[in-house]
């Protein structure tokens, strides 16, 4: 996961041997805002990657980082409040929401900036079933508009009917 979004080798220090190409360019020499644009991150506890305190202050961030114009703004972030179905939520403090209504804030400010690969980390951790379900839902979705969507998981159970391939990644440290 951090070696796609760029993370690894640019702030998790190491050494990356081969090339990897998110959509088809390759990560080496590019840098960490570059990848952004091409492939998103959605964390484990989505309080980690939030910047503001408020629904829309939240999803109008990313496009304000990218200098997009106040009307441009406030069309990508309505846009966002319908796909994801945030209207009764918009005007609410984020920390204030249940943990599936964060996930899918954190969702919706990643699918805003459009990249295409979209890399969710234990996305289901914190959700009750039903919140999972609708996860899933929503992540097969954003799969038929063709977004790539890489997912880190160990439990693969609600992803039955999302998944194309499955790759297992073991590795036993020595300390």
Request: proline share 4%; hydrophobic share 40%.
């Amino acid at each position: 996961m951090r070696i796609i979004n760029g993370l690894a080798p640019h702030y998790y220090r190491g050494e990356i041997a081969g090339t990897v190409l998110v959509n088809g360019k390759d990560n080496a020499g590019r840098e960490i805002h570059e990848i952004a644009g091409d492939a998103g991150t959605l964390f484990q506890d989505p309080e980690h990657q939030f910047f503001t305190l408020s629904v829309e202050d939240e999803l109008a961030f990313g496009q304000e980082r990218r200098c997009v114009s106040p009307s441009g703004i406030r069309t990508i972030v309505l846009e966002m409040i319908e796909r994801f179905s945030l209207k009764k939520v918009m005007h609410s403090n984020i920390f204030d929401l249940s943990e599936g209504e964060k996930q899918k804030i954190a969702l919706a400010s990643v699918i805003s900036l459009q990249p295409r690969v979209i890399i969710p980390d234990e996305p289901s951790a914190n959700l009750d079933p039903g919140a999972t379900e609708k996860l899933a839902s929503i992540l097969a979705d954003l799969k038929q508009n063709g977004i790539t969507i890489i997912i880190v998981d160990h439990r693969l159970c609600w992803l039955s009917r999302l998944i194309d391939r499955v790759c297992v990644l073991q590795h036993d440290f020595k300390l």
